[in-house]
Nanobody, 125 residues
Framework: QVQLEESGGGSVQTGGSLRLSCKVS????????MAWIRQAPGKMRQLVGH????????YEADSVKGRFSISRDVFTNTMWLQMNGLKPEDTADYYC??????????????????WGLGAQVTVSS
């Protein structure tokens, strides 16, 4: 079992920055990939990006590339999402999620078995 808890959400104006944290606990040795996933009001969940828990290599979706970056620290079992140049369309609930199954794709949301409760991010124009 893996437990996840997000923190760092809030409200900012366009162009501002926020940093979300995801504290990971439990069987962290089983994690292959961690992801940030967001859901805007009335819209489907969207993969923001993911990071290899062991290697630290990350992927960011085209919609956030160059503005957002994902990092992690395996010693403190923490993952971060640094968000710069925020836009109103970034307004959403942001979730961190963990994937522990090897035979699954990190690009598929259903591959992530463990999810946090979410952190709200609001960007005003």
């Amino acid at each position: 079992q893996v437990q996840l808890e997000e923190s760092g959400g809030g409200s900012v104006q366009t162009g501002g920055s926020l940093r979300l944290s995801c504290k990971v606990s439990g069987r962290t040795s089983n994690i292959y990939t961690m992801a940030w996933i967001r859901q805007a009001p009335g819209k489907m969940r969207q993969l923001v990006g993911h990071i290899s828990w062991n290697l630290g290599t990350s992927y960011e979706a085209d919609s956030v590339k160059g503005r957002f970056s994902i990092s992690r620290d395996v010693f403190t079992n923490t993952m971060w999402l640094q968000m710069n140049g925020l836009k109103p369309e970034d307004t959403a609930d942001y979730y961190c999620a963990a994937r522990t199954k090897r035979d699954s794709s990190p690009f598929i949301l259903t591959a992530y078995e463990y999810w946090g409760l979410g952190a709200q991010v609001t960007v005003s124009s």
